[in-house]
């Protein structure tokens, strides 16, 4: 079955950084639609950062300039750089997948904490 399994979040001064990585496996990765979305506590969630099987990308606002999502397909892996990191960023980070069929499948999130 579909698994997703993220890593690198943790605890981080503001304007520090950290790199987020989803390993997938169990789908022929280099077809989906892979996302990172955040929730943080008593906020809405939200859609961070997309990156379709054809590359092309789209971030929500707030972290534009700050925030690259790239993949690997051939390592199925999707990773989430974040730069100047702010304590707004601070949540739990999920990665997904989007078989652009209606099919979603997500990973059980990693904490990212900007605080001093």
């Known amino acids: 079955q579909v698994q997703l399994v993220e890593s690198g979040g943790g605890l981080v001064q503001p304007g520090g950084s950290l790199r987020l990585s989803c390993a997938a496996s169990?789908?022929?990765?280099?077809?989906?639609?892979m996302g990172w979305y955040r929730q943080a506590p008593g906020k809405q969630g939200e859609v961070v950062a997309i990156i379709t099987s054809g590359g092309i990308i789209n971030s929500v606002n707030s972290v534009k300039g700050r925030f690259t999502i790239s993949r690997d397909n051939a390592k199925k892996k999707v990773y989430l750089q974040m730069n100047n990191l702010k304590p707004e960023d601070t949540a739990v980070y999920y990665c997904?997948?989007?078989?652009?069929?209606?099919?979603?499948?997500w990973g059980p999130g990693t904490q990212v904490t900007a605080s001093s």
């Open positions: 169990g789908m022929i990765f280099s077809s989906y639609t």
């Open positions: 997904y997948a989007d078989s652009n069929y209606g099919n979603y499948y």
